[in-house]
């Protein structure tokens, strides 16, 4: 059964780190192209970050530019979010999704695997 399983989510004070992990099973993440997503209570599912399949090309919405981080380990078949100096405008459900081929996207119709989501809550 193909899943993407999502962790690292927590409370945490304005200001601090989490990292969250996706990790698939049941399939290798090698080939596709992973996206990050978050929906807060009442908004769209947003994306926010994305990073190609081979050579692993990035993308950052300009919300979460220069203070989030994506990356993949496909040896772990893991991909993850490192997330700093975080603001409690980032407080939402994140999610993670998969997409065969090269090139990730924003738009969610582009992903056909999704994780169940984690939640992120930044308050002091």
């Known amino acids: 059964q193909l899943q993407l399983v999502e962790s690292g989510g927590g409370l945490v004070q304005p200001g601090g780190s989490l990292r969250l992990s996706c990790a698939a099973s049941?399939?290798?993440?090698?080939?596709?192209?992973i996206g990050w997503f978050r929906q807060a209570p009442g908004k769209e599912r947003e994306g926010i970050s994305c990073?190609?399949?081979?050579?692993?090309?990035?993308n950052y919405d300009d919300a979460v530019k220069g203070r989030f981080t994506i990356s993949r380990d496909d040896a772990k078949n893991t991909v993850y979010l490192q997330m700093n100096s975080l603001k409690p405008e980032d407080t939402a459900v994140y999610y993670c999704?998969?997409?065969?081929?090269?090139?990730?996207?924003?738009?969610?119709?582009?992903?056909?695997?999704w994780g169940q989501g984690t939640q992120v809550t930044v308050s002091s």
């Open positions: 049941g399939f290798t993440l090698d080939y596709y192209a």
């Open positions: 999704a998969a997409t065969v081929g090269y090139v990730c996207y924003f738009e969610y119709y582009e992903y056909n695997y």
């Open positions: 990073i190609s399949s081979i050579g692993s090309m990035t």
